[in-house]
């Protein structure tokens, strides 16, 4: 947050003059401006320094600056970092191994993060992608009504990797599960 100039640090011989309520006092000169700032007991705000002239602004300048750090805290707050998990299939993987593999998944993408889903081939394993591919393929159809594919599966070196983000329904049921604390 850039602090603004107040009160004494406004050096300009002319300001576009703003009253405490918003109405517009026209072009005055910085001394008669200082007066009524002073007058109502609040400070004489530079709000726009570009402008010719530059805009200021009659107001408390203490209560504009707790009123911000709050705006400021309060969109800090409903701000949500997205994580990338990460679910590691192989080959020959086991109904079981993969049923476990397809809720942790759904489990990540419930919570809103996304899943990278990677398919690592070990030896002569490489010489079979299109297993793999299927493998991939069976993984999306069975996460599908909680993530869709965002990045489709790509072979790399050893490694056959997918991306997975969650659907915006799933979003907005993880948010309501909170429920109304203003309530």
């Given at each position: ?153 790509k072979l790399e070196g050893r490694s056959m990797v997918m991306f997975i ?19």
């Amino acid at each position: 947050m850039k602090d603004l100039l107040i009160n004494e640090e406004v050096r300009d011989k002319e300001i576009r003059l703003i009253g405490p309520d918003g109405e517009q006092l026209g072009i005055v000169a910085l001394a008669q401006a200082q007066n009524l700032a002073a007058e109502k007991n609040l400070d004489l705000v530079k709000i726009a320094p570009q402008a010719t002239p530059p805009v200021c602004k009659i107001m408390d300048y203490g209560k504009y600056k707790f009123e911000q750090a709050k705006r400021e805290k309060e969109a800090k707050k409903n701000q949500r970092v997205i994580d990338i998990k990460e679910v590691r299939l192989s080959l020959n993987i086991d109904t079981n191994d993969f049923n476990t593999k397809v809720n942790r998944a759904i489990k990540f993408l419930e919570g809103g993060d996304k899943v990278k889903a990677a398919l690592r081939f070990r030896g002569r394993e490489m010489a079979h992608p299109e297993l793999g591919t299927q493998i991939m393929q069976r993984f999306t159809e069975a996460v599908a009504e909680h993530g869709s594919v965002e990045k489709m599966p790509k072979l790399e070196g050893r490694s056959m990797v997918m991306f997975i983000s969650p659907k915006p329904a799933a979003k907005a049921a993880n948010n309501t599960k909170g429920g109304n604390k203003n309530a």
